[in-house]
């Protein structure tokens, strides 16, 4: 049985959470410029009329299946693969990473003074096994001024996160309130990532 895993995501809050479980890990990301890597933003794109669960599901097996094919290129020790995967959902809206400030102030302009969803889909690959799971979380936001969007805006925090926010940050700021997983909204839930490394064998 392996003593660690790899972390198949650049995102440093989800390695950050991964820590607070105490399983060593090892990160599995693309190399810059490998042309057998699949392009990211494609792997995000959304089918026509899809569902945010069903979106977010697909997105996650997808990159697990692209870094299930990265540690094979590299010939790497054998360990468990984790992947996961964050999406934004206002009714059936997918809100993905904003391509820049001005879409970033359209999405959180729309997510001002309504609930939405948080959907972080997590899979794990254990041998031939792949385990899933799902958090739902539900996020109320205060209504905000142009002002307030502008100013956050400005920060450039937005960029990069599912929903244009990330409420580790300065967003937290905006949320009146919320139901489900912080860890989730963060990009990886704790709970849910622990049940499927027990299931696989593992002890965080």
Request: aromatic residues 4%; proline residues 7%.
């Amino acid at each position: 049985m392996s003593d660690f895993i790899y972390l198949a995501s650049q995102s440093p809050h989800r390695r950050q959470l991964l820590e607070q479980l105490g399983l060593r890990h090892e990160l599995l990301v693309p190399d810059p410029g490998d042309a057998d890597e699949q392009d990211a933003e494609a792997l995000e794109a959304p089918l026509p009329g899809e569902a945010p669960i069903r979106y977010v599901e697909r997105v996650t097996g997808l990159k697990l299946d692209a870094a299930m094919a990265r540690h094979a290129r590299r010939a790497l020790p054998q360990a468990p693969v984790l992947c996961a995967d964050t999406t934004v959902a206002l009714g059936r809206s997918i809100h993905g990473k904003p391509d820049g400030a001005a879409h970033a102030a359209r999405m959180l302009g729309a997510l001002a003074g309504r609930a939405h969803r948080v959907l972080t889909a997590v899979a794990l690959q254990a041998g031939p096994r792949r385990l899933t799971a799902l958090s739902v979380s539900r996020v109320t936001f205060a209504a905000l001024t142009p002002a307030q969007i502008a100013a956050y805006v400005a920060t450039g925090e937005p960029l990069g996160k599912a929903g244009a926010y990330g409420i580790q940050g300065r967003a937290a700021a905006f949320v009146q309130h919320l139901a489900g997983s912080y860890s989730g909204i963060m990009g990886l839930p704790l709970y849910e990532t622990a049940q499927l490394l027990r299931a696989a064998g593992l002890s965080p």
